[in-house]
C-alpha cells in the first residue's frame, strides 16, 4: 500500500506517550499512529452516515451523577441495555446501544460533555458494510 508522508506536532508528553506504547509493541511511531488514527475514523464515521447502528458505549464517573441517569431517559428511542456497576469512588457503565447513528451521536455527545466522566464508543459493525447496502 502506497503511503503518504505528511507533518503532525504533537504536546512533548503526548510524543513521550507515543514513543513508550510504540516500543511495548514493536512498533515503529508511523504503524501506531496509522492504526489510531484508523480506528478513530472507522469509529467516528458511523456519525456522519445516516443507518441504523449497534454500538457500545463505555462510560466512567467520578461518582453516580443524575445527570446520566436524566440524558439516559431523555432518549427513548435508542433500545439500550445497561450494565451498572462501581469500583471504590467510579461508577462504570456499559451501554449496548441501537437505532439510529444521529441520534445515537447526539446521545454520545451528551454524554461525552458531562463533568467527571470519560466516554468511549465503540460500535459494533463495520460501516463499509452499512456503505455497501446504501
Avoid: N
Avoid at 466512567?60 to 441495555?81: F, H, K, M, N, S
Avoid at 455527545?109 to 463533568?115: F, G, H, R
Amino acid at each position: 500500500m502506497a503511503k503518504k508522508r505528511f507533518g503532525v506536532s504533537v504536546s512533548r508528553s503526548l510524543a513521550e506517550s507515543l514513543d513508550m506504547v510504540a516500543g511495548m509493541l514493536g512498533l515503529d511511531r508511523s504503524s501506531v499512529v496509522e492504526l489510531a488514527l484508523r480506528g478513530l475514523l472507522e469509529d467516528y464515521t458511523h456519525h456522519v452516515i445516516p443507518h441504523d447502528c449497534v454500538a457500545l458505549i463505555a462510560h466512567i464517573c467520578d461518582r453516580d451523577l443524575v445527570e446520566v441517569a436524566t440524558v439516559i431517559g431523555g432518549y427513548g428511542e435508542l433500545r439500550i441495555t445497561q450494565l451498572h456497576s462501581h469500583t471504590g469512588e467510579k461508577c462504570i457503565q456499559i451501554l449496548l446501544v441501537s437505532g439510529s447513528s444521529s441520534v445515537i451521536a447526539d446521545f454520545y455527545s451528551k454524554l461525552a460533555k458531562l463533568k467527571g466522566c470519560r466516554v468511549k464508543y465503540m460500535p459494533l459493525h463495520e460501516i463499509s458494510e452499512v456503505a455497501r447496502r446504501s
